[in-house]
């Protein structure tokens, strides 16, 4: 079984509600119809636009819904430190990605999927805004599952949100990471903070940061191993690691790499997808306090499937 039949088996388990904020984009309404016709997921669809949906599926218009009022006063208690009134908050909510963002927010909604017609920014934004971080979180991030046709299957973040991330960032972005790998490959995760330099072998601050993110990882007593500062050879081949990280438990046998800057994971994961002929799933969101995930405006409808069933084991 490959990585993708694996999370869509899992997925169809799990049952989730899954919002889906775009229903004027045709892929939307496809993948709707597959997530419910094949039991993946129960797709909630958000009315905007001339749109026809087909009767079987479920539709929500936030204008016309009777919890548009209610999901305005928490957005508005959530944000009135802003400046905002109790009025422009019923126009914000109004938005189809504030209104999944609040579904997930009250718990009428497992996991929302949005993005194909939205930028990463927009749905970030109203994730951060109306669903929040969750406990212990300091960043939203991002990974990507880099799986292969042999059935090899890497976590790489963050690759797509948070530029330069400081020490404590860093260090969530390594907890969440891992996390977030065990929950959708099903797999214990063994997590290499990257660097340029493989135990001291070269000085410099950017490597500090990683060792001090390293160390507040450690400082969470977490149930992963996780180790650095590391190159990415001594984190994946056997070899190597037996040579430049000796003893070290996760040397040469990592599978989630955590890359130091926002130009190192999202240059790896590009460079791993085309020259190395691997599937990218993501961005998988990560440190919000109830899942929601980003697409790519490029998107097929096959991928927004994919990513519900990513969003269903987010939970
Ligand atoms: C997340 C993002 C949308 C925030 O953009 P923004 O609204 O311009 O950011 P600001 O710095 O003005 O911050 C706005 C709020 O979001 C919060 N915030 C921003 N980035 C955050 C993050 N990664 N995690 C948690 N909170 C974040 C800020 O703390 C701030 O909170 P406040 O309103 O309560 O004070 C922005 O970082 C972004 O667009 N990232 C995506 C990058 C991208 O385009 N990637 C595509 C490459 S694949």
Same mark, same amino acid.
């Given at each position: 079984?490959? %990585?993708?039949?694996?999370? +869509? ?6 049952? $989730? +509600? #899954? ?6 984009? *045709?892929?939307? #309404? $496809?993948?709707?119809? /597959?997530?419910?016709? !094949? ?8 009315? !905007? ?19 548009? $009022? &209610?999901?305005?006063?928490?957005? /508005? ?40 017609? &939205?930028?990463?920014?927009? @749905? ?5 805004? =109306? ?7 300091? @960043? ?32 969530? *972005?390594? #907890? ?15 997590? =290499?903070?990257?660097? %340029? ?14 060792? !001090? =993110? ?26 190597? =690691? ?14 989630? %790499? ?12 590009? *460079?791993?997808?085309?020259? &190395? ?19 790519? +405006? ?16 987010? !939970?």
């Amino acid at each position: 079984m490959n %990585f993708i039949q694996d999370i +869509r088996k899992r997925a169809s388990s799990t049952s $989730k +509600r #899954i919002v889906l904020p775009r229903s004027s984009d *045709i892929r939307v #309404i $496809k993948a709707a119809e /597959y997530l419910q016709d !094949n039991n993946l997921a129960k797709p909630i669809l958000i009315q !905007n636009e001339e749109a026809s949906i087909p009767k079987h599926l479920d539709v929500i218009d936030p204008v016309s819904d009777e919890r548009l $009022k &209610a999901y305005a006063t928490t957005f /508005y208690e959530r944000r009135k430190h802003k400046g905002i009134s109790e009025a422009e908050s019923i126009e914000i909510i109004k938005d189809p990605l504030f209104f999944a963002a609040s579904m997930l927010a009250a718990g009428d909604a497992d996991g929302a999927v949005a993005g194909s017609v &939205a930028t990463t920014g927009d @749905v970030l934004r109203a994730a951060i805004q =109306a669903i929040g971080l969750k406990k212990g979180s300091n @960043v939203v991030s991002s990974v990507f599952i880099m799986s292969f046709e042999d059935g090899r299957v890497y976590t790489y973040g963050d690759c797509a949100v948070v530029p330069y991330p400081n020490e404590e960032q860093l260090a969530t *972005i390594a #907890i969440d990471s891992a996390q977030t790998h065990e929950k959708v490959t099903g797999t214990d995760p063994k997590v =290499a903070m990257l660097s %340029f330099s493989t135990k001291g072998s070269a000085q410099h601050e950017r490597i500090d940061l990683v060792k !001090n =993110a390293l160390e507040i990882v450690k400082t969470h007593n977490l149930d992963f191993s996780a180790d650095g500062e590391l190159q990415f050879d001594a984190a994946i081949i056997p070899e190597i =690691a037996k040579r430049k990280a000796p003893g070290s438990e996760v040397a040469g046998q990592a599978n989630v %790499f955590i890359f130091p800057n926002l130009d190192a994971g999202n240059i790896a994961y590009k *460079i791993t997808e085309r020259l &190395a002929d691997a599937t990218a799933t993501g961005p998988v969101i990560q440190g919000l306090a109830k899942p929601m995930m980003d697409l790519s +405006r490029g998107c097929s409808w096959e991928d927004i499937v994919n990513t519900a069933c990513v969003c269903a084991l987010m !939970n």
